[in-house]
């Protein structure tokens, strides 16, 4: 059973292998001018989609001709190279094409998840009695496509990732983002620090007040909280085990290219027609 359809695997793989570099069939600096022939980028990349999915150890998710530390050795090479973020940058740019980002509004909201690992971006979680946890910091556009993204320790406050979250997202969207575009913020980040920074980032901000009950003031943050549940459908995501800042960046930005690419086929199955699309709404 496949740990994704292959309608959502098959377009982040072509887009994947074009990111990767070439690489010979055998170590060149081998001591012995031989070794064995290196393990297909797929077959890593499948591991790597199971081990997102599953949130399975390295020793579980490896096929015959493919170790753990060949899967580790992959992840940190590729986390070192940026190609989760250039991934979920071309996704961005489909979606924008096919159906179109509204970058008027953002949102953006904290979340925070179990880390165990003591790691880069992990902190006592002041929701699970002090154990490890992450924080992630989600920027997404008026219908929840995530647009930018930042890790710190769970005992980070929110508004301390949001500058990050703003430059991860200025970052991933470039000139696609209009000028002074509203974000959307809950009453965690109501404060003159922040209205500082969004007056230096050319934001209008619209956060709720304190003290007022959410039903009254809703506003327009829940699909950010949306795409919180779709980040956390991923066991990577919802307990990482990564122990430095590039791959907990990796898995999460490649999380976020599955979510937008799943986005993108829901919107797009009733606009376009292409022989591959999915018959139902719902992608098992």
């Known amino acids: 059973m496949p740990a994704v359809p292959s309608c959502l695997f098959e377009p982040l793989w072509d887009q994947f292998s074009a990111l990767l570099p070439e690489q010979p069939p055998y170590a060149p600096t081998h001591p012995l001018g031989c070794h064995r022939r290196r393990v297909p980028d797929r077959v890593v990349f499948e591991a790597i989609v199971r081990k997102l999915i599953f949130d399975a150890g390295y020793e579980r998710i490896p096929e015959t001709g493919c170790s753990d530390w060949t899967i580790r050795d992959r ?57 490890g946890g992450l924080k992630r910091s989600t920027a997404t556009d008026a219908t929840g496509i995530p647009v930018g993204l930042a890790a710190a320790g769970a005992n980070r406050h929110d508004s301390k990732l949001l500058e990050p979250t703003i430059e991860a997202a200025k970052a991933q969207l470039g000139a696609a983002l209009p000028e002074h575009p509203r974000i959307h913020l809950d009453s965690a980040y109501n ?94």
């Open 75 to 131: 992840v940190k090479t590729w986390s070192a190279l940026g190609l989760a973020p250039e991934l979920h940058r071309l996704t961005l740019a489909a979606y924008d094409q096919m159906i179109g980002l509204e970058l008027d509004d953002l949102l953006a909201d904290g979340y925070i998840t179990k880390a165990p690992a003591r790691s880069e971006t992990s902190g006592p979680s002041p929701a699970d009695r002090r154990k």
């Open 191 to 284: 404060g003159r620090p922040v209205a500082a920074l969004l007056d230096h980032h050319g934001l209008d901000g619209q956060i709720a007040a304190k003290g007022v009950k959410a039903p009254i003031q809703a506003g327009c943050r829940w699909p950010v909280e949306r795409t919180n549940s779709w980040m956390n459908g991923f066991g990577e995501i919802r307990r990482c085990h990564q122990r430095t800042r590039a791959a907990t960046e990796f898995f999460l930005y490649l999380a976020a290219a599955f979510v937008t690419v799943r986005r993108l086929i829901q919107q797009a199955r009733t606009r376009y027609r292409w022989d591959t699309r999915p018959t139902g709404r719902r992608l098992r």
